[in-house]
């Protein structure tokens, strides 16, 4: 786990007029794809502007963005589009914004996501960024209102929590612009497979329930070798999840 | 083979559901939070001595308090609807100023400088230019103030504590609370407070806020009311009183709204949505200062010049409709006169008349235009002097003269008092009924949505007029 | 216009109002009971007869025709000319007066209630329906799901066991898991068990049950037990019933004494400035709702408190996991805590 967290960052090729550039709306000829997810209320649209310089309104409100947002950015010569998802609180239950948030991660395949949480509320946040690395191999966490933490004397060790979920995490605060170069050289290193994620998998599964999903995740791996989350799978089928079954039927999971 | 495999894995799943019980889901939501603590207590250090969000706390604890509560409110609503209207009113006769009084006359004088057929004339120039110029004087001034005040609110962070203050009203009637806020909104243009219902994600009580914003009387309908009260409210008290009392007729009637906003979400939610599903919660996030120059000008961008737009592209046509009627003659009569006289009998039921009820059709695509139009036909019935020309829309400096021409059409203090409760009472500008469609994307609901206030207008204006004619 | 006058046009429009009025009111309305009698057809007889029979069989009661057609609203030709057919297929057979089910009445009767207790455990994870409302959908729907649509709903609905009432649902193959517990009319003072069943029907008692805010899941102990009322004590409060209504609900009763649940309580009754932990969401909170509040962090162990009321008192502000979410009273009721 590489994980090198730059404060003094003047001298990265981020800071240089070549290596980056906002492109806004301009998504053409993109080389990969990023995806922002995160509960509301946590700046991620903040964020989205940060990179891609465009100015999406982004109301104090829970569950703001419903429609998806999309940006690019250029870093050294390769394309960057972004996609800034619903705020959700989880991908388990069935509301539309959930629904959105969950099928970009799942059948768009994004190269990248990054999940922005709410540095003060770590552990509710915590929540969804659990159920991203369940789907999702290829994560950044991005630790934004780093600002209100601090004011808030909230301390979080980011070396212990990039290795206990298993992927890079960069502080920002995000609506003064820190830790936004950290957080671009992190996901061009993410996908480029510069770093390599472990993903946290859920542990405090009751046992019941853990030998059901083994069982069932066995059969879906022997059936689609090449799927990277048949425990998730295996966790909305025993959910009885429709549009999954629907998924798994027309065979567009793998 | 490989259709069987996967149907074996869903049976197989299908029956581990059996054997593992109902709670899974509670299982898992448990299973990922004690997760989430164990990472958190390796990583997170809290100073509880020096704990959080004290001024947070602080400013909730006087704005949603007994005392204070609602005073707060209703003094930050009213100051913003205030501002909106009073300041409105200068830029509003600046842009009408440019755009009727010069540009107007620059345009058709170039038209018959290059010698332009009358009918391309009077259908480009009276009928489209006009419309949309009228719509963008009318209502980008409002909307421009408007919606960059409630944006300000917003990213503060205030609103959810509105919500959270009226919820227990709300709930009453089968509402969010949240609906407070999508229906202030709605103050400043309906299209836009529709969109804003996307903040309530229980789908019962988002399409009760969508189906009844439309009792939110809206930007473009206050000048109307305004115009109204103050020739007919105001001419039966003394004088020294006119003034107070055409101001509360006009607050009379969006607080009326207000009454039928709560009645038919309670009816509603008592009938055709009741089986829709319901939930509730809502998160008091933390305040915020919000950055008054980006907000200002994201607002402008993403909520003021959007809805805007929107109007426009339905104004065109309509003003080119409303230039066709007039202009268009059928055995020796415009279309325009065929159709009021046809609706003249309907009208007098309800105790208006064929020209505002044809006004308010061909005005569906913006209400700022109503008044104009309806002076136009007007003139066009009567054959009184006045106005510019069959199918060009006007409206008149002085009160005194629009009220000779409606007294010439016929207008007494019931048709007066109906146009002001049918103004708040009909079906929903198309810009709304458009955005209505989009966000529920269901025809059923938009039907709905545009159907139910035409008909409690109707019904409200028919009991009015028969009353008053009972009466008087 | 000569013969218009306000007087007449007022009473039309009232007459009118009434007309429409007598058609579309809820449930009474004409043209609703037009519309459910061109329904009832002989399939909606003999299902209804069938059920009867079964519920009747499980309660040990005897039934004859004239029972049947008191209960049954159909008239008596109809009921006796399709009881008739129904012993011709072998679906019931007569002992001198007696009427009771063959297996394949028994096995067709299990369809129909496997059907009505799948439908009211869809309406109430899927839908908005209130409560009082599922059981007479439930009736109307029973009659019109195919086989193969049922197997359907039960695969979305994850195959449950029980139904919102607490009643068993039987599966496909027709097996039904036995109901336990016995009546909270019959315990004695002092017994400790948890609410498995609440009956919905008749109407009357079971609105009454609703009212007293009494959840299914919920543990409770016996306070006192007299002809004339029945007290017991649950999640922090005691509930006074009399012994007719106490009757409709089924307790599972403990063994052993189970103490560790005794100071829970309802988070509506949490004070301000009082800490507790969560101890879990009663089953009363169901579908979207209870996803909702999982995830927002309302799990077993969790600390709450409050942090703010609102004016009129209802909704009140939780502080829970850092941040502060506003639930109704009516929630917090189901919601149960530990108090600290």
Known sequence: MDNKVNSDCNGCPQYNAK????????????????????????????VFNALTGLRQHTGNWPGKTVTRAEGAFEYNDQKYKLVDLPGTYSLLSTSEDEEVARNFILFGKPDVTVIIVDASRLERNLNLVIQVLEITDKAVLCLNLMDEAKRNHIKIDERALARDLGIPVVPTSARFNEGIPELIKTITEVANGKIICKPHRIKNVPKNIQKAVNKLSAEIEKEFPTIPNSRWIAFRLLEGDTQIINALQAGELN | MKKNSVENIIALSNDLRWKIGDDFHDHLAEGIYADASEIVKNTVQTDDKKQQFRLDSKIDNIVTSKIWGFPIMFLILGLILWITIIGANYPSSMLANLFLDNIHPILKGFAANIGMPWWLDGFLIDGVYLAVAWV???????????????????????????????????KKSGAHGKQALTMSMGFGCNAAGVVATRIIDSPRERLIAIITNNFSLCNGRWPTQILIASIFIGAVVPSSLSGFASVSAVIGIAILGIFFMFFSSWAL?????????????LELPPYRPPRFWKTVYTSIIDRTLIVLWRAIIFAAPAGAAIWLISNITIGGESIAALVINSLDGFGFLLGLNGVILLAYIVAIPANEIVIPTILMLTVLVTGISGGEGAGVMFELDSANETANILKAGGWTLLTAINVMLFSLLHNPCSTTIYTIYKETKSLKWTIIASILPLIMGFVVTFLVAQIWRLIF | MSSYSPTYALLIFLLVSILMFLLFRPRRGWYWIIKNNITVNEKTVTEDVLKYLYHNEISGNEVNIISLTAVLKFSDNLI???????????????????????????NYALRIVRVHRLWEKYLAEKTGYDKVEWHGRAELMEHRLSHKETDLLANQLGNPLYDPHGDPIPTNQGKIAKLKGVALSSLAVNSVGRITHIEDEPDVIYKQILAENIHIGSQLRVVENNPKRIIFYAEGEDFILAPIVAANITVDVFEKDVAEEENTSRLSSLKINEIANIAGISKEIRGDSRRRLLD?????????????????????????KGTSIALRNDQASKILINKL
């Open chain 1, 19 to 46: 290596g980056l550039k906002k492109l806004g709306v301009n998504t053409e000829n993109f080389d990969f794809v990023v995806a922002l997810a995160g509960n509301p209320n946590t700046g991620k649209s903040t």
């Open chain 2, 136 to 170: 963008i004087a009318v209502m980008l001034p409002p909307m421009a103030i408007f919606f960059p005040l409630f944006t300000l609110l917003e990213d503060f962070g205030y609103l959810p504590r509105v919500a959270f203050n009226l919820d227990y009203l709300f």
């Open chain 2, 269 to 281: 939610s008592k009938t055709i949505l009741k089986g829709e599903v319901s939930t509730f919660n």
């Open chain 3, 80 to 106: 006796i000319d399709i009881v008739k057919k129904m012993t011709i297929k072998e679906l019931i057979k007569f002992d001198g007066y007696v009427l009771s089910l063959t297996e394949s009445g028994r």
């Open chain 3, 296 to 320: 927002l962090g309302f799990v077993k162990g969790t600390s709450i408190k409050i942090d703010l009321k609102s004016p009129l008192g209802n909704p009140k502000a939780y502080l829970i």
